[in-house]
């Protein structure tokens, strides 16, 4: 008898299990709960109006959900559904291409990852204002 060939599917059809289980990207991202937070301690200095250094620079302010979505003076900050071409996710993630000047929190400590994942599910299911 060869067992080969069931121990391989079955080895394959764990660790799909167990893949699929590990994966918390459908668990929805809630702004108020999860993302706000994050913007108010990390954001909210620079990005308020009308004096943060920020907000002056560019005109973006995260203080509510329509602000963020609003982006800056030269448009959104946020593509839904794409955190990959979003440039709030760029900057925050210092992701290569972006100048360390712009990196943001400017002059301060990067984000830890558990928030820019965080972050990034967000936007990537959607941005939603929930």
Known sequence: MNFRKPLA???????????GCSESSDKPVS???DIMPILKSSCAECHT???GEGYQKTGLAVG????????TKM????????????SLNRLIEGRPGV?????????KVKLPEAQLVLLRKWVDQGAKNN
């Open 49 to 51: 109006p009308p004096k």
């Open 99 to 107: 100048d360390p000047s712009i990196q943001m929190p400017h002059g």
């Open 75 to 86: 448009g959104p900050v946020i593509v839904p559904g794409q955190s990959l071409n979003s």
């Open 9 to 19: 599917f079955t080895l394959i059809l764990g660790l799909g299990a167990l893949g």
């Open 64 to 71: 509510t959900y329509e602000e963020l979505m609003k982006g």
């Open 31 to 33: 702004f108020q709960k």
